[in-house]
Structure formats: structure tokens, C-alpha cells
Nanobody, 116 residues
Framework: QVQLVESGGGLVQPGGSLRLSCAAS????????MGWYRQVPGKELELVAD???????NYTDSVKGRFTISRDNAKNMLYLQMNSLKPEDTAVYYC??????????WGQGTQVTVSS
């Protein structure tokens, strides 16, 4: 089993930056893809970005050029660097990990609020 804990959320002004972190523990040897999702009340959960164990990435169109996903396999950490933040980025952000058996694991979520 994998346990995930997010941190780094908070309140930031439009145009500002924030870095989210996700610490993985447990059966970390089995982790394949990791990603960041976000959810706004009344809307569906949205994939923001994901990254494979080999470092291949993909992003949803709305964050391309502004967000960067990365991982440190040696430290079992996942990151999301968010630049040029917009009010529409406001959401609860969740860390996700998929193991080699295609089981998914979720963190508790961290709130990101972009407001002046």
C-alpha cells in the first residue's frame, strides 16, 4: 500500500507562484505514474499533470507553459511548480499514484486559492 501526503497549498495573488509537494511512503517500489488532480466545488475532478517513473510528462491545456510537474525518485517526492497563477486555478489539489497493478492511491488534498 502507498500513502501520500500533500503540502504547499495556500493563498496567492494572481500572477504569483506556488510549489506543491507530495511525499510518498509505503510500497513505493511499486509506483509507476504519479500525477496532480484538482477539483472545484460543483465540477468534476480534473487531471492537471502526470509524470511517469521515467520522467515523461503531460499537462492539461489550461496549465501548459505555466505549471511544471517533477519527481525525485530517490526522495520519493512529487512536485508541482505553479507560475502565473490565475483565479481559475483555485481548487483543492490532490496527489495521485498508480502502482504496477493499476491500483490508485490519493492524498488528502491541499487548498490553493488565487485571489487579489
Amino acid at each position: 500500500q502507498v500513502q501520500l501526503v500533500e503540502s504547499g497549498g495556500g493563498l496567492v495573488q494572481p500572477g504569483g507562484s506556488l510549489r506543491l509537494s507530495c511525499a510518498a511512503s509505503g510500497s513505493i517500489f511499486s509506483i509507476n505514474i504519479m500525477g496532480w488532480y484538482r477539483q472545484v466545488p460543483g465540477k468534476e475532478l480534473e487531471l492537471v499533470a502526470d509524470i511517469t517513473s521515467g520522467g515523461s510528462t503531460n499537462y492539461t491545456d489550461s496549465v501548459k507553459g505555466r505549471f511544471t510537474i517533477s519527481r525525485d525518485n530517490a526522495k520519493n517526492m512529487l512536485y508541482l511548480q505553479m507560475n502565473s497563477l490565475k483565479p481559475e486555478d483555485t481548487a483543492v489539489y490532490y496527489c495521485n499514484a498508480e502502482d504496477i497493478d493499476y491500483d490508485g492511491f490519493w492524498g488528502q488534498g491541499t487548498q490553493v486559492t488565487v485571489s487579489s
